[in-house]
């Protein structure tokens, strides 16, 4: 359990900066993806947000803000869970976390 004073400062500072992060996610991912197919010589490189198949090799280069804007979705349980499509990705909710 956390003090109060803990409490005060998860739920008035850390909850509200994780939603703050949460909500310019939609950003974040349009400054990335329209960075992510030069790498600053000409050459088209695909360095894009994806799922690699196994074995496909590939570059996948993320900012921390993005990083921790996709984590901000996990924690508050945002991506599906029902329809992982064909690829049978893991589930990456921290619903657990709170079980």
Do not use: M
């Not at 790498?39 to 074995?55: A, F, I, M, P």
């Not at 921390?64 to 984590?71: H, N, P, R, T, V």
């Amino acid at each position: 359990l956390l003090s109060r004073a803990e409490a005060e400062k998860w739920f008035g500072e850390v909850v509200p900066g994780l939603a703050n992060l949460l909500l310019q996610l939609p950003s974040l991912l349009e400054a990335h993806y329209q960075n992510s197919s030069s790498n600053g010589r000409g050459d088209v490189v695909k360095t894009g947000l994806r799922v690699l198949e196994s074995q496909e090799t590939g570059r996948v280069f993320l900012s921390q803000e993005l990083i921790g804007a996709l984590l901000a979705c996990s924690f508050f349980c945002l991506f599906p869970i029902a329809s992982r499509g064909p690829k049978h990705l893991p589930t990456i909710n921290f619903d657990h976390l709170f079980a």
